[in-house]
């Protein structure tokens, strides 16, 4: 159940990052670059894997909405939502992830993220907090890869096959973000 919580966590810091809001860089330091103020679309571009001391979850479908402003910013904030997810032998639900990405590697989870898997009656919850591991590159077409190898990732397991407390699950996995009618940089 950790496992999966953290790959909530790590999978929404993905998506998040590549979304550009309006906060201005330092001169020393990455910022994202949006041609035009539109709505981001995110997807999976492979599997997005959350690993716990409890086990292991993999979603094979992410997909992530956000609005971004023209111009310069180091942070952006999306929503990222998981489908196809499984861990312990079964099926899993991930309420959406509330991420803001930042250009310089770190992503905020700015609301609970709740994973249950179906039929064990047990929850992991990722409370708000800061990660560290996130990368970015720019593609063709001017869109941008996230690629999420976060680790440290806090997560409370509620019993059963959810485990405890922990402070070392990882997430992992890469999205491609577009902006709609205009063009995305990392930099």
Not at 4 to 20: E, K, N, Q, R
Not at 106 to 121: F, M, N, W, Y
Not at 150 to 169: D, F, M, P, W
Request: charged content about 20%; glycine content about 14%.
């Amino acid at each position: 159940m950790q496992r999966i919580t953290m790959f909530g966590l790590a999978l929404v810091a993905a998506y998040a990052v590549v979304a550009v809001s309006a906060v201005s860089v330092s001169a020393s330091g990455h910022e994202f670059y949006a041609s035009k103020t539109g709505k981001v679309k995110t997807k999976a571009t492979d599997a997005q894997i959350f690993k716990t001391s409890a086990g292991t979850l993999e979603c094979t479908e992410v997909t992530g909405t956000g609005e971004i402003k023209e111009g310069k910013s180091i942070s952006h904030k999306e929503t990222l939502t998981y489908s196809g997810c499984s861990a312990f032998g079964g099926k899993v639900s991930i309420t959406p992830a509330h991420f803001e990405f930042n250009a310089n590697g770190s992503a905020r989870l700015e609301k609970q993220v709740i994973i249950t898997p179906i039929g064990e009656g047990c929850e992991i919850l990722l409370e708000p907090q800061t990660v560290e591991g996130m990368g970015y590159a720019n593609k063709s077409g001017g869109k941008v890869e996230a690629t999420a190898d976060a680790y440290k990732i806090r997560l409370v397991g509620t019993g059963g096959a959810c485990g405890g407390e922990s402070n070392e699950a990882t997430y992992s996995g890469s999205m491609l973000g577009e902006l709609e009618g205009g063009t995305i940089e990392w930099k």
